[in-house]
């Protein structure tokens, strides 16, 4: 297969971290990954000729604009996690002047990252995102509304990660997995309840292997139904899993018996708020209403008939090394209020 010139941003962080190391080891294409900081990358960057470094700030992506021209796919992973004034330059403007700085006649593909915060259930923009989420949520909304208005739209793929686990010694963990650990603290109590919700997770090195294959496979474009999304938006997520079922699966990993569950309904949770005067921000009271934070056809690794990595709690827990002594332990963890590249 002729080798293709990729720009990659984001790869210091724990998604990037696998998708670059996955470019690497198991492809010849041509890499540019633009960091801030070479010294955050846990992988092995020189471990094959055709991997350049590109230090700089994503603000400054006007520097590589006769590069772009020629690139044959972007994958754009770098973020702001916090800060109104770094999401939105970040997120939204920056990320839409690298992908004006692109040759829409030339370049094959862009993989963005968004988030399916900003999803519903049925896979169409969730407006209460728009309105009461995050900064983050709110610019990756923002963005998301944009894309359609570039030359270049007709070649994106949008790329909607669920609950993202990851990270090992030489990558940044996600915040997802670095609290596994903590639920040794807490599975004597859950498993007294049972509550009403649901979630899709995934593996950061399944998210890397289907960018992997989507690099070489861009997924087809077209006007969908109105209640069909376009083959190229794409949910990132295992099967769902019930809040109930992820109890469940804790308490066999660790050999905690369910005699009976109660269970916790959305009044009672709400008096516990009232009663303890709780603050909570406008969006964490939507997602606790919320409660169902599923996706149509969500897809990893085995949609495109590869072996997916981690598919189950239970590997997951496996994975991260926690077992019924583990205790929280000091990690590298993905910023929350800075920004990743």
Not at 31 to 58: C, N, Q
Not at 213 to 235: C, F, K, Q, T
Not at 251 to 258: G, P, T, V, W
Not at 296 to 308: D, E, I, M, R, Y
């Amino acid at each position: 297969m002729t080798p293709k010139r990729i720009f990659l941003t984001g790869a210091s962080g724990c998604i990037g971290h696998y998708i670059a190391e996955a470019l690497i080891q198991e492809t010849n294409h041509e890499l540019y990954l633009l960091v801030r900081d070479p010294a955050k990358l846990g992988f092995d960057y020189e471990a094959r000729p055709g991997v350049t470094i590109l230090k700089a700030d994503l603000r400054e992506i006007d520097l590589f604009a006769d590069l772009l021209e020629t690139i044959d796919v972007a994958i754009l992973a770098a973020t702001a996690w916090g800060g109104a004034r770094d999401s939105f330059d970040i997120n939204v403007v920056k990320t839409i002047r690298l992908m004006s700085l692109l040759n829409p006649n030339y370049c094959e593909q862009v993989i963005y990252f968004s988030t399916a915060s900003v999803l519903d259930r049925d896979n169409q923009l969730l407006k209460e995102a728009g309105q009461l989420g995050t900064e983050y949520i709110r610019s990756k909304y923002d963005c998301l509304t944009r894309l359609e208005k570039l030359a270049i739209a007709p070649k994106i793929t949008t790329l909607f990660p669920t609950l993202v686990l990851g990270g090992d010694s030489n990558k940044p963990y996600s915040h997802l997995s670095t609290g596994l650990p903590e639920v040794v603290k807490y599975v004597d109590l859950v498993r007294w309840f049972k509550a009403d919700g649901s979630f899709h997770f995934i593996h950061a090195r399944d998210i890397a292997q289907v960018v992997r294959y989507l690099v070489d496979h861009p997924p087809a474009s077209y006007s969908a139904e109105p209640d069909n999304p376009p083959a190229n938006r794409l949910v990132l997520g295992n099967q769902p899993l019930t809040v109930n079922q992820a109890i469940e699966e804790v308490c066999h990993y660790f050999h905690k018996q369910i005699y009976f569950r109660l269970p916790l309904q959305p009044w009672l949770a709400n008096f516990f708020i009232a009663l303890f005067r709780i603050q909570m921000a406008a969006w964490d009271r939507f997602c606790l209403d919320y409660r169902h934070f599923t996706y149509k056809n969500a897809v990893n690794p085995a949609t495109f008939g590869l072996p997916p990595y981690c598919t189950t709690l239970t590997q997951a827990m496996n994975i991260t090394g926690v077992s019924s002594s583990t205790k929280p332990f000091p990690r590298q963890v993905e910023p929350l209020e800075t920004e990743k590249e």
